[in-house]
């Protein structure tokens, strides 16, 4: 199975800044995915990553304000932009690994998360 | 909208006691669900996977149970254990292979000493 790293692991920001996370992952992937987890709530897809091209973007989220790199098969980075206290959460990368699990369908593995907290 | 629910947010289990953890989806055409574990300060980490052409997989003292007429999933862990604690998330696929997963809002499982 895939070995996620991220960093930050946390972070404390002021409100106007930016913050970019990185995504490292042990072995080439083809899709990497970020996802929002808000304080108590369940995640949510931001985008996915995709390799040597623009990110595809879910309804409720910009490019502008979430700008996301994808320069190789085993990095991504996701940038908040112009943080606001809203923007607090944990933020977390994810990869499928269709070689994984029984059903080889495509289980999603995922880093620890990074916890983004805006003052 | 899609969505996928569950009943209960928080459930309370005496250690050694069965907990069931249950879901609803909306997508009848979802066709791969998973469960997922994630512990404080942690990621959410894979338990088991069902397809929607079966009805029941079991693994390591977990089962999960799909009802496809009612749309319902539920996870079993058998003679649950304090390292059980966690918040639990469903996750249903609604497009087969796009990866692009539905979370539910999570159940929280208390193991009681």
């Known amino acids: 199975s895939a070995v996620i790293s991220q960093k930050p692991s946390r972070d404390i920001c002021q409100r106007g800044t930016s913050l970019t996370i990185q995504c490292q992952v042990d072995?080439?992937?083809?899709?990497m995915f970020w996802y929002r987890q808000q304080p108590g709530q369940s995640l949510t897809l931001i985008a996915t990553a995709n390799q040597g091209s623009e990110a595809t973007y879910e309804s409720g989220f910009v490019i502008d304000k979430f700008p996301i790199s994808r320069p190789n098969l085993t990095f991504s980075t996701l940038t908040v932009s112009n943080m606001s206290p809203e923007d607090s959460s944990i933020y977390l990368c994810s990869v499928e690994d269709r070689a994984g699990g029984y059903l080889n369908t495509g289980e999603l593995f995922f880093g620890e998360g990074s916890r983004l907290t805006v003052l | 909208g899609e969505s996928v629910g569950l009943h209960l947010p928080t459930l309370s289990v005496q250690e050694g006691d069965n907990s069931i953890i249950n879901c609803a989806y909306s997508n009848s055409a979802s066709d791969y669900f998973i469960w997922y574990k994630q512990e404080s300060g942690k990621g959410p980490q894979f338990i088991i996977d069902?397809?929607?052409?079966?009805d029941k997989r079991q693994g390591q003292r977990v089962t999960v149970l799909l009802n496809k007429t009612v749309k319902h999933l539920s996870l079993q862990i058998a003679a649950t254990q304090p390292g059980d604690s966690a918040v639990y998330f469903c996750?249903?696929?609604?497009?087969?292979?796009?990866?692009?997963?539905?979370f539910g809002t999570g159940t929280r499982l208390k193991v009681l000493a």
């Open positions: 996750a249903e696929m609604p497009t087969s292979g796009t990866y692009k997963y539905i």
């Open positions: 072995s080439q992937v083809t899709m």
């Open positions: 069902i397809r929607s052409n079966m």
